[in-house]
Nanobody
Framework: QVQLVESGGGSVQAGGSLRLSCAAS????????LGWFRQAPEKEREGVAA????????FYADSVEGRFTISEEYAKNTLYLQMNNLKPEDSAMYYC??????????????????????WGQGTQVTVSS
């Protein structure tokens, strides 16, 4: 059973930066599609960024392209999301998610919540103006 634990959320002012981490355990496949998602109050969960482990492709939502960077530390089974130039509209609960890959980790699928079957509990990000 894959377990995911997020950390690194907090409150920052607009223009600031945060780095989220997601520690994973229980992997049973050699490669996974890993994603970051966010959900603001009264809004649907949306994909932010995703990657295929082991140096595979990365995917970004248009709203964060150029500001956020997804990366992995493969040896530590840890996923990161570096968030720069944060905006108030980035405020949300951020979740990491995992699903065995690589066949589901492609443009059009990697940022869809329905692609993923394993989820963390989330970490809150609040950006003030």
């Amino acid at each position: 059973q894959v377990q995911l634990v997020e950390s690194g959320g907090g409150s920052v002012q607009a223009g600031g930066s945060l780095r989220l981490s997601c520690a994973a355990s229980g992997y049973t496949y050699s490669r996974y599609c890993l994603g970051w998602f966010r959900q603001a109050p009264e809004k649907e969960r949306e994909g932010v960024a995703a990657l295929l482990t082991g140096g595979g492709s990365t995917f970004y939502a248009d709203s964060v392209e150029g500001r956020f960077t997804i990366s992995e530390e493969y040896a530590k089974n840890t996923l990161y999301l570096q968030m720069n130039n944060l905006k108030p509209e980035d405020s949300a609960m951020y979740y990491c998610a995992a699903e065995p890959g690589p066949y589901n980790c492609y443009s059009g699928s990697a940022l869809r919540p329905s692609t993923f079957g394993h989820w963390g509990q989330g970490t809150q990000v609040t950006v003030s103006s």
